[in-house]
């Protein structure tokens, strides 16, 4: 009888998404709702039989904390699991973060049969990924993804890594999660800025490969964003304030069309990353928005959130993308109305400068094996690379600048809140 390997690719169904890449490498991405209800099993049985290590972030620990430790007592064994809290936000996702959570988890006996369980959004995600990852040289790992960047992004893919030498994510492992868990319901508490960062990488996924999802986006800008009346003023961290969710349980838009962008996100990203898992090819689509953006996260020392630098970055490849004719005007224009209409910055005065961005473009030459392979779009839902630093005439990146710029100016971010 000859036994036949899985077919290499991402299947879809009603709980989720598996991908089985060419490597050998397989796991699913789970959709489920109210992971932490008492009536849901998903968890438990991921994580039954094995002493488990849960962290979570200061505010994840507010939120959930208490429903997190009741499922935990109630679905695992007494004295087989514990609850960290750890620091996140980028300026802790360190080495010296990642060395901590180790710390614990050796403290509390882990073995290679044990597993980390990361409740988070992706900065935790990231760290737990790589402790678990080098942690007794590999342990399983269990990420549960909070935020909508987490769900459409980090949850899909098996990047790890933490912040180091002055660059974003400089070290990392690619360690596959043996459970990505996505539950939407976590969105409910997410800050508006927080949604909007998420809604900047679903944007990306609509412009390189899906027209549909754009036109959704176009349609229903609202999808996943919290009414007006919940949102309060900033906290003393500059983010929004959200109260607790509306009765009817809704986020922002229709929950039908809530499910379809985030399906559809989380299939392109998972269709995109599956022939090129471990990115061995370094010219990748899902870049787009990824060349300028970490310059610009980490010259505004975080004031710019990872989101918004992935927008303004696809507002700038766009502005490029129509000065080198690979882009209509028109589709230019489209593009940076939706990321303003979503409440997303398209320019960063502080630190779209021309000699930051050339910066970016030599840094991202670097990492990119001396190519550049800047992901620019030639429609809505189709991209292309400019592959070398010698394929932008002098003056291009300058003049996409000055546009930029004007771009900013003329739009005005809608905004749920206004400082106070
Ligand atoms: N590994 C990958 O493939 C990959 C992909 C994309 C991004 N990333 C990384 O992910 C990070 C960005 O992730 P992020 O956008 O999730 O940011 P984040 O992890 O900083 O979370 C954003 C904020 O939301 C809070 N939060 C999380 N869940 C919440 C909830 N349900 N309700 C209320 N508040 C909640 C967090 O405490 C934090 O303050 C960056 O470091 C980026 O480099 C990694």
Redesign the pocket.
């Known amino acids: 009888m000859s036994i036949s390997a899985p077919t290499t690719g991402v299947r879809a169904d009603a709980t989720g998404f598996s991908l089985h890449a060419a490597d050998g490498t397989a796991y699913r991405v789970e959709l489920t709702m109210d992971l932490f209800a008492p009536g849901n099993p998903l968890l438990r049985d991921r994580l039954a039989g094995r002493r488990v290590v849960a962290y979570v972030?200061?505010?994840?620990n507010r939120?959930?904390g208490e429903r997190i430790r009741a499922y935990l007592r109630d679905r695992l064994s007494p004295g087989s699991w514990t609850v960290h809290m750890v620091r996140?936000?980028?300026r802790f996702?360190t080495l010296a973060s990642v060395e901590r959570i180790g710390a614990l988890a050796k403290a509390d006996g882990l073995d290679r049969h044990g597993v980390m369980l990361a409740v988070?959004?992706?900065?935790?995600?990231?760290l737990v990924?790589f402790a678990a990852a080098t942690y007794a040289r590999g342990v399983r790992y269990v990420k549960v993804?909070?935020?909508?960047?987490?769900q459409v992004?980090?949850g899909?893919?098996?990047?790890?890594?933490v912040?180091a030498f002055g660059s974003?994510?400089m070290l990392?492992a690619y360690h596959p999660a043996y459970a990505s868990i996505n539950d939407p319901a976590?969105?409910?508490?997410?800050?508006d800025r927080?949604i909007r960062?998420?809604l900047g990488?679903i944007v990306k996924m609509a412009v390189i490969r899906d027209r549909a999802l754009f036109e959704t986006l176009v349609e229903h800008p609202d999808a996943f964003r919290p009414p007006p009346d919940r949102v309060g003023p900033p906290g003393p961290?500059g983010?929004d304030r959200?109260d607790p969710p509306r009765p009817d349980g809704a986020v922002g838009g229709p929950a039908g069309v809530e499910d379809y962008i985030l399906r559809a996100a989380m299939e392109s990203m998972l269709r995109e990353l599956c022939p090129n898992l471990r990115e061995e090819n370094l010219a990748r689509l899902v870049d787009f928005g990824h060349t300028f953006g970490p310059v610009i996260e980490t010259a505004s020392d975080y004031r710019v959130?990872?989101?918004e630098s992935v927008a303004i970055d696809m507002a700038l490849s766009s502005q490029i993308a129509r000065l080198l004719g690979l882009l209509s005007e028109a589709d230019c224009d489209r593009i940076t109305d939706l990321l303003l209409r979503l409440g997303l910055p398209v320019h960063d005065a502080a630190t779209c400068t021309p000699e930051l961005m050339w910066q970016a473009l030599r840094g991202a030459w670097e990492r990119r094996g001396r190519r550049l392979h800047l992901v620019v779009p030639t429609g809505i839902g189709s991209a292309t690379f400019v592959d070398d630093l010698d394929d932008l005439p002098a003056g291009v990146l300058d003049k996409a600048l000055v546009a930029l710029a004007a771009a900013g100016r003329a739009g005005r971010p809608r905004r749920l809140v206004v400082a106070g």
């Open positions: 972030g200061p505010t994840v939120l959930y996140t936000g980028e996702k988070g959004g992706g900065v935790l995600c990231d990924g993804n909070t935020t909508l960047v987490g992004d980090v899909v893919g098996i990047k790890t890594g912040n974003k994510n990392g976590f969105l409910r508490t997410l800050p927080e960062c998420g990488e961290d983010m959200v959130a990872h989101g």
